[in-house]
């Protein structure tokens, strides 16, 4: 799996999506439409796992998170960047999504869940703030980023 090749796989996904408000519909659309054990889902998490393995995704390490930006926002993929990260029983930095987030939720092991969310797309509207979390297992999460928007946030004490 090379980086253009899975940068062609994205554009498939958000070519579909690209002129579509971030909200629960979208979410409904894309679990209809690129369903967990679809072939372009598992194309995209096969990606993801051969990507891993050949080093050139989730490269760097922080906090127990693998993670990074593997495709920066570009007219290819219609101005989103995409980021994945591997995460295990951890909760990430808590950010912000001016424009929102869309989220690929690939379990490794275990009944992993991101969010509370098993494996599949969820999606997060513009505005919103969390901590990501992995529970339960494994799990590879591909997000889609507007426009690569994303604001770290101080955690309240």
Known sequence: MTAE???ALIANVTAQIQDRPLDKQLEAFLNERFP???A???AIAAACRDAVAAGWMCEREHGGIKFGRV???CPEIHDFSVDVVEMSDVVGPQHAHPNGEIDMIMPL???AKFDGHGVGWFVYGPG???R???SGGRAYVLYLLPQGAIEFTRAAA
Do not use: A, Y
């Open 5 to 7: 090749n899975f940068r």
């Open 71 to 73: 495709v920066k926002p």
């Open 40 to 42: 372009e889902f598992e």
């Open 109 to 111: 092991q275990g009944d």
């Open 128 to 130: 919103s703030v969390h």
């Open 36 to 38: 967990p054990g679809g």
């Open 132 to 134: 990501p979390t992995v």
